[in-house]
């Protein structure tokens, strides 16, 4: 193999990590002793090198738009893509088996995302790391490294697979663990606690790590995300019979090691919130506490080639109707004020459906997720961005067609519109923000709520109401765009939704902060897990849903305007693809898209999924059963396979 290299920004720095294959492959993990390693620091900073690029994934490498990150099959960026697996956003064709609910038990060893080859890297590590000569605090902190990737390792099988073993060495064939049950996910939580709280003793301060390597802010971040999860699973999935409060404590002390040592981004664009996933590095953006950058003809990848094209089923995605009307107006209160459903009372701020109205006099981050026409990539052509020098391309509306929007509503979040990016074909360098400061403080403001009669006026401010200030609400001209605590707005229509789906209440202010993330945190893949987390899965079940095809839509979809006319200037110059009724594009009786309208999954019913809650984990492969009889499969897997 050849040398590779490894471009990883940690905070606000992108560095470089060599990390030699050529070595590890002439010394195999089980070959790796004291006669052989384990003596100078070198030699510990190239083991853990290989662990960076394996967890901390950004958009990925290469030409990683065609591998898959289990158990979820997301190709491609998981920032980006990720949110195919939920309420967010759709794909064309066919909706993945796994949200129809058919997705049956794998069969191999190792497959359907349990896999333990990176643990028994990290494990293998933490038995040795001591027999270097190094000072105790080096130590230390090397190993804090290593309980960071552990610890994120352990979190994702836990949020997958519930109960798991929990390994403290590597093993071997006649290894006792082997053979021995699963371990308690109050175990396994108290054991994930303990070693991310070494991994934020042994790493070093921020400003104070080696260029390119983790610190302590990062292990305190991925703590606060841990413990928020561990909280809240505990809290909904009262099955469990599990006190979350611990671990909803420890989110909050580890979000307050945080507080006021970063800033939300802002630059002078007017879209600062979009600006902020279009850039090469972080070195002007005090919000990122972690994140990935790449280095142009050394190492890359293919994000942004396939994002601008928009050219395999794969990545053609739309967002939902149920995602765009959960955004607020320009005066912080929902498209409904007030009646009831076939009655509501319309916000005088909403504009309607139709044409893209609904996108007007909305919270700024609407328009910085989603394009209208006669913006970014509408206007797009030749790597030029202009309206006057090409128009307009309204977006393609097709269930099954490359390059669709599938529901009319263009996801622009990290499209960055430069073709040079795009040329770069596997050697992209658009960085990836993997921690940053906007979620820290939604996880503050959600533990200090969840910690009952703890979220402040002042702790609202700090957080929310500093995400609506940065997004570009104007407090002043609307007073009401600033939520206060017992003063929330009323919205009849998702508080329907939640006491219809959801088997507890959800106050105001609660249905407030939940909306705040899933809007600031779309598109970076968070909404699965937060759906998971919330015993929330029923939400998956609201029909999905894309634009309304109005008289006007109609015509202009019509395929009378498919060919621009050369003679208009601007936005009078414009082309939109032949979307026919009921060939390529179906509508419900309210005129509105269906998505995944020719499911060939007998439980999908005109764009609405199923959802059965034995799916809130996922099954554990049989070979792993039948080589150990001590593992149980995840209860409902069984029954529900004989059923499909």
């Given at each position: 193999?050849k040398?590779k290299?490894?471009?990883?920004?940690?905070?606000?720095?992108?560095?470089?990590?060599?990390?030699?294959?050529?070595?590890?492959?002439?010394?195999?993990l089980?070959?790796?002793?004291?006669?052989?390693?384990?003596?100078?620091?070198?030699?510990?900073k190239?083991y853990?090198?290989?662990?960076?690029?394996a967890?901390?994934?950004?958009?990925?490498?290469?030409w990683?738009?065609?591998?898959?990150?289990t158990?979820l099959?997301?190709?491609g960026?998981?920032?980006?893509?990720?949110?195919?697996?939920?309420?967010?956003?759709?794909?064309?064709?066919?909706?993945?088996k796994?949200?129809?609910?058919?997705?049956?038990?794998?069969?191999?060893?190792?497959?359907?995302?349990w896999?333990?080859?990176?643990?028994?890297t990290?494990?293998?590590?933490?038995?040795?790391?001591?027999r270097?000569?190094?000072?105790a605090?080096?130590?230390?902190?090397?190993?804090g490294?290593?309980?960071f990737?552990?610890?994120?390792?352990?979190?994702?099988?836990v949020l997958?697979?519930?109960?798991?073993?929990?390994?403290?060495?590597?093993?071997?064939?006649?290894?006792?663990?082997?053979?021995?049950?699963r371990?308690?996910?109050?175990?396994v939580?108290d054991?994930?606690?303990?070693?991310?709280n070494?991994s934020?003793a042994?790493?070093?301060?921020?400003?104070?790590?080696?260029?390119?390597?983790l610190?302590?802010d990062?292990?305190?971040?991925?703590?606060?995300?841990?413990?928020?999860?561990?909280?809240?699973?505990?809290?909904?999935?009262k099955?469990?019979n599990?006190?979350g409060?611990?671990?909803?404590q420890?989110?909050?002390?580890?979000?307050?090691?945080?507080?006021?040592?970063y800033?939300?981004?802002?630059?002078?664009?007017?879209?600062?919130?979009?600006k902020?996933?279009?850039?090469y590095?972080f070195?002007?953006?005090?919000?990122?506490?972690?994140?990935?950058?790449?280095?142009?003809?050394?190492?890359?990848?293919?994000?942004?080639?396939?994002?601008?094209?928009?050219?395999?089923?794969?990545?053609?995605m739309?967002?939902?109707?149920?995602?765009?009307?959960?955004?607020?107006?320009?005066?912080g209160?929902?498209?409904y004020?007030g009646?009831?459903?076939?009655?509501?009372?319309?916000?005088p701020?909403?504009?309607?459906?139709g044409m893209?109205?609904?996108?007007?006099n909305?919270?700024?981050r609407?328009?910085?997720t989603?394009?209208r026409?006669?913006?970014?990539?509408?206007?797009?052509?030749?790597?030029?961005?202009?309206l006057d020098?090409n128009?307009?391309?309204?977006?393609?509306?097709?269930y099954?067609?490359n390059g669709?929007?599938?529901t009319?509503?263009r996801?622009?979040?990290?499209?960055m519109?430069?073709?040079?990016?795009?040329?770069r074909?596997t050697?992209?360098i658009?960085?990836?923000i993997e921690f940053?400061?906007?979620?820290?403080?939604?996880?503050?403001?959600?533990?200090?709520?969840?910690?009952?009669g703890?979220?402040?006026?002042a702790?609202?401010d700090?957080?929310?109401?500093?995400l609506?200030?940065r997004?570009?609400?104007?407090f002043?001209?609307?007073p009401?765009?600033?939520?206060v605590?017992?003063?929330?707005?009323?919205?009849?229509?998702?508080?329907?939704?939640y006491?219809e789906k959801?088997?507890?209440?959800?106050?105001p202010?609660?249905?407030?902060?939940?909306r705040?993330?899933?809007v600031?945190?779309a598109m970076?893949?968070?909404?699965?897990?937060?759906?998971?987390r919330?015993k929330?899965g029923?939400?998956?079940?609201?029909p999905?849903?894309g634009m309304?095809?109005t008289?006007?839509m109609?015509?202009?979809?019509?395929?009378?305007?498919?060919q621009?006319?050369?003679?208009?200037?601007?936005?009078?110059?414009f082309s939109a693809?032949?979307?026919?009724?009921?060939k390529d594009?179906?509508?419900?009786?309210?005129g509105?898209?269906?998505?995944?309208?020719?499911?060939p999954?007998k439980?999908?019913?005109k764009?609405?999924?199923?959802?059965?809650?034995?799916?809130?984990?996922?099954?554990?492969?049989r070979?792993e059963?039948?080589?150990?009889?001590?593992?149980e499969?995840?209860p409902g897997?069984?029954?529900?396979?004989?059923?499909?």
């Amino acid at each position: 193999m050849k040398m590779k290299k490894y471009i990883l920004a940690l905070g606000l720095v992108s560095m470089l990590i060599g990390c030699n294959d050529d070595f590890m492959e002439r010394y195999p993990l089980d070959n790796v002793t004291d006669e052989n390693f384990w003596k100078t620091e070198s030699d510990l900073k190239l083991y853990l090198n290989k662990l960076y690029p394996a967890y901390i994934k950004g958009h990925g490498d290469g030409w990683s738009q065609d591998k898959y990150i289990t158990p979820l099959p997301v190709t491609g960026s998981p920032l980006a893509y990720g949110d195919f697996y939920s309420d967010n956003c759709v794909r064309t064709g066919s909706e993945p088996k796994e949200l129809a609910g058919l997705n049956k038990i794998p069969t191999g060893a190792g497959s359907g995302g349990w896999s333990w080859t990176n643990l028994r890297t990290i494990n293998f590590f933490l038995q040795r790391y001591q027999r270097s000569e190094l000072p105790a605090y080096k130590l230390e902190q090397y190993a804090g490294e290593a309980y960071f990737f552990k610890a994120l390792d352990y979190y994702k099988k836990v949020l997958f697979f519930g109960d798991v073993p929990w390994l403290t060495r590597d093993l071997n064939v006649d290894s006792e663990e082997l053979y021995a049950p699963r371990n308690s996910r109050a175990e396994v939580m108290d054991s994930l606690l303990m070693c991310i709280n070494k991994s934020v003793a042994g790493l070093p301060q921020k400003g104070k790590e080696e260029s390119g390597r983790l610190n302590k802010d990062m292990a305190n971040f991925l703590k606060a995300r841990i413990c928020l999860f561990e909280g809240t699973y505990r809290k909904y999935h009262k099955e469990l019979n599990l006190d979350g409060t611990k671990f909803l404590q420890e989110c909050v002390t580890a979000c307050k090691e945080l507080l006021g040592k970063y800033s939300l981004y802002t630059d002078n664009s007017g879209e600062s919130y979009w600006k902020m996933f279009t850039a090469y590095d972080f070195s002007n953006n005090k919000e990122v506490i972690l994140g990935r950058t790449y280095i142009e003809n050394e190492f890359g990848h293919a994000f942004q080639r396939y994002y601008d094209q928009n050219n395999s089923n794969r990545q053609s995605m739309g967002a939902t109707r149920g995602f765009i009307d959960e955004y607020l107006c320009i005066d912080g209160r929902p498209i409904y004020v007030g009646g009831s459903e076939g009655n509501y009372e319309e916000n005088p701020n909403f504009e309607g459906y139709g044409m893209w109205r609904e996108l007007e006099n909305r919270d700024p981050r609407l328009t910085q997720t989603i394009c209208r026409p006669g913006e970014h990539v509408t206007i797009y052509e030749g790597g030029i961005v202009s309206l006057d020098e090409n128009g307009i391309n309204y977006p393609k509306i097709n269930y099954n067609t490359n390059g669709s929007t599938v529901t009319g509503y263009r996801v622009i979040k990290h499209w960055m519109g430069d073709m040079e990016e795009q040329d770069r074909t596997t050697n992209g360098i658009q960085a990836a923000i993997e921690f940053r400061y906007g979620e820290l403080l939604l996880m503050y403001a959600e533990a200090k709520y969840e910690l009952e009669g703890t979220l402040s006026q002042a702790d609202v401010d700090m957080t929310i109401n500093a995400l609506r200030e940065r997004a570009g609400f104007d407090f002043v001209k609307y007073p009401t765009s600033k939520l206060v605590v017992g003063q929330e707005p009323a919205d009849p229509r998702l508080d329907k939704i939640y006491a219809e789906k959801l088997d507890y209440p959800v106050s105001p202010l609660l249905r407030e902060i939940r909306r705040e993330r899933r809007v600031e945190l779309a598109m970076e893949n968070h909404r699965y897990e937060d759906l998971m987390r919330w015993k929330a899965g029923k939400l998956l079940t609201v029909p999905l849903r894309g634009m309304r095809m109005t008289d006007e839509m109609l015509e202009l979809y019509s395929g009378k305007y498919e060919q621009k006319d050369p003679s208009k200037p601007g936005a009078e110059r414009f082309s939109a693809t032949k979307a026919t009724v009921d060939k390529d594009i179906f509508l419900d009786e309210d005129g509105f898209i269906i998505c995944y309208p020719k499911s060939p999954y007998k439980y999908t019913i005109k764009g609405t999924l199923p959802w059965e809650d034995y799916r809130y984990l996922w099954p554990i492969p049989r070979e792993e059963i039948t080589m150990n009889p001590q593992f149980e499969q995840n209860p409902g897997w069984e029954e529900a396979e004989n059923d499909k």
